[in-house]
């Protein structure tokens, strides 16, 4: 079953984008899993999959690389805005919507959700500072963008460290859900540094709504004041928020090339 797919990427955060609209595929974890594998599939962080959508101009699925799956994806919500021109896209996480820019593009996620049970956390927590600590990763801010999130801020962004600490923080029993893990440094009052363990997918040179948890955090903790500029290791986005209101994320997508693979070959 040979079937076209494009590869794509927000600011090096890469996926691999199959259109069955017309042609229906069915996707499951192992297939995703398997298609995601860098040495021997096409490779990337995440495969999404359109389809028809009754509520909006199409539907996104999301698998992350381990084959598990995502209810959002920042930076392929943008891509897809790209290359669908969808002006809405129904998602896991709520209903999306992409306008497309000269040079970039926005797209607007439903407001963000900070209730324990909506993150979601094992037991009742304070999300605005969790009583929680691994090593020196302190009292992180927990956040629901449409997938679930904790922020940290730090004076110092290791990545070495958090390699180290990010498989446990995900997959740490009080995230039901397994968590994205955010480590953020506050550069002035616009912008910030942000590295990001994504879960399922592991360090990513980029991560759509983990720039987005991260900002929302920085504002709620007067940190920072909308819009911000998040400086991340692919690139830049420019977030705006407002309390109660929903997130709007300005960046780019890239379209890197379209080929045709066999996914009977991968079932």
């Known amino acids: 079953?040979?079937?076209q797919f494009h590869k794509m990427h927000g600011l090096g955060n890469d996926f691999v984008v199959l259109d069955g609209r017309v042609d229906p595929i069915v996707m499951t974890d192992a297939l995703a899993k398997a298609l995601s594998d860098r040495h021997t599939g096409i490779g990337c962080d995440q495969l999404i999959l359109l389809s028809k959508s009754d509520v909006a101009d199409l539907r996104m699925d999301i698998w992350n690389a381990d084959g598990s799956g995502a209810e959002a994806c920042?930076?392929?919500?943008?891509?897809?805005?790209?290359?669908a021109g969808?002006?809405?896209?129904?998602?896991?996480?709520?209903?999306?919507?992409?306008?497309l820019g000269e040079d970039t593009v926005e797209v607007t996620l439903p407001a963000p959700s900070f209730g324990w049970d909506q993150i979601p956390l094992a037991y009742p927590l304070d999300t605005a500072e969790l009583p929680m600590a691994w090593d020196e990763l302190k009292h992180p801010m927990a956040i629901n963008?449409?997938?679930p999130h904790i922020v940290f801020f730090a004076d110092k962004v290791d990545e070495r460290r958090l390699r180290e600490l990010g498989p446990g923080i995900e997959t740490d029993?009080?995230?039901?859900?397994?968590?994205?893990?955010?480590?953020?440094?506050?550069?002035d009052h616009g912008s910030l540094t942000l590295r990001t363990w994504e879960r399922g997918a592991g360090l990513t040179l980029a991560c759509g709504t983990g720039a987005c948890a991260t900002a929302v955090a920085a504002i709620r903790q007067k940190k920072a004041a909308s819009p911000v500029t998040v400086h991340m290791k692919g690139g830049d986005l420019i977030i705006d928020w407002a309390e109660g209101q929903p997130i709007r994320m300005r960046g780019p997508a890239t379209h890197v090339f379209t080929g045709t693979i066999d996914l009977e070959a991968f079932a």
Not at 74 to 83: I, M, P, S, T, Y
Not at 173 to 187: G, K, Q, T
């Open 1 to 3: 079953m040979m079937r």
């Open 74 to 83: 920042g930076n392929a919500f943008r891509c897809v805005v790209k290359l």
């Open 86 to 99: 969808a002006h809405t896209i129904e998602t896991e996480g709520g209903i999306v919507e992409g306008s």
């Open 145 to 147: 963008v449409g997938n």
């Open 173 to 187: 029993p009080v995230f039901p859900d397994r968590i994205n893990v955010n480590v953020a440094r506050v550069e």
